[in-house]
């Protein structure tokens, strides 16, 4: 099982260069997780492109329809934000060693994957990449086999 942070989910719908690597990635793992956090940054981003004129308004519409069809279908598996995750995450960063540099949405990305035994987490988030072995996990990149 595999968990991909938001940033990779909306590469999903989105054309940029990472794109293609990861539908495939995500189509040959068949089934991803997120935390329910990634839910809301995915729609922010999409909605970000909207707004900055990356999407037109029919194409705003069409991928927030389509990554609700794919959520209602299964695609994405959303993992709960509970107390008890918010609180092993406060937990983690103030045992964090001060070189590392992650932002606490990131580190909730990173605990959630941890907590439910998803080793691995695809990002491309240069701080999470680097931090994730701090929160005993293997992070990697579309690129990275």
Excluded at 58 to 77: I, Y
Aim: proline share 1%; aromatic share 10%.
């Amino acid at each position: 099982m595999s968990y991909f942070d938001s940033a990779y989910i909306a590469k999903f719908y989105v054309d940029e260069p990472e794109s293609d690597a990861i539908r495939r990635l995500a189509e040959s793992l068949g089934r991803a997780h997120c935390s329910a956090l990634g839910r809301i940054e995915v729609t922010s981003v999409f909605h970000r492109k909207w707004r900055e004129g990356a999407f037109t308004d029919g194409e705003f519409r069409e991928v927030s329809a389509q990554f609700t069809d794919d959520c209602a279908a299964g695609l994405w598996t959303w993992l709960a934000v509970t107390d008890s995750l918010i609180a092993s995450t406060a937990e983690s960063l103030r045992t964090l060693s001060k070189t590392i540099t992650i932002r606490s949405a990131d580190a909730l990305h990173l605990v959630c994957a941890r907590e439910h035994a998803l080793r691995r987490v695809y990002t491309n988030d240069r701080h999470m990449l680097l931090a994730a072995g701090a929160f005993g996990v293997e992070a990697v990149a579309a690129d990275v086999p």
